[in-house]
């Protein structure tokens, strides 16, 4: 019967055992990805403040006191980090925080190295792991009154797919009874912010503990459970086999007591 009960168990519990590891996996997996999602769309939204400040005027392209409106990008420590890069790769304006590695030939990847990837896990120049976004796009147009088109012109941004054709350029025609400037060219940018990874992944190997952990206590107390369970389940049929054996097969009055 010690027997029966050892098969009971080996032919119960592992495959339960699997099937908890599996969905742990799973689990611990699609958490993981929502949180590399989540953190993706921060990059996103800060992209869009990023390129809401950059403006194409009368100067040229200009990000107006972004280091006191987005002070992260000021910073020499703990700093997240942009370019706005033109089509062939020269740089246009990159933040203040990059000003601090001047000895890093190459502070961000440039955009055109990995044609396909919007998102891109780098090192960053200070050492951290870090995540690199990249949107293309023509930024807003701001001329003031007697600027380069003799009035004032207002456009706003237009946002491209990346990696798009480079070198490409964007006519826009305005209005009727704008005589003066019948058309104007646009040259896109392309936008590179860049991000610590520290706490993402602080919080991703968290979960993984906690999902550890956790799996290792349920699958422990599964298994003892299942072992005393087993053992309570098959003592009546124990009881019933050991009660034959005290039976004088030679004796036909004898009967089984257990129940």
Known sequence: MKDFAQSVFRSVVPVTLLVLLTGGIALDVMIAERLEEDFDELMLAKSLGLIALAEDGDDGVEMENYQTSLPSYALNEDADYFQLLADNGDVVIESDSLS????????LPGPYLQDAMEFLNITLPDGRPGRLMRKRFVPRLDYDEGGQFGHALELDARFLKFPGNRGAIFTEHLPEGSDQVLSIERRPL???????????????????????????GIMVAFVLLARRGIRQAVKPLKSITDELHTIDDQRFDQRLTSR
């Open 100 to 107: 601090y590695w001047p000895d890093t030939d190459h502070p």
């Open 190 to 216: 392309v936008l590179q912010l860049a991000m610590s990874r520290d706490k993402l992944e602080s919080l991703i190997n968290t979960v993984h503990s906690v999902l550890l952990l956790t799996g290792l």
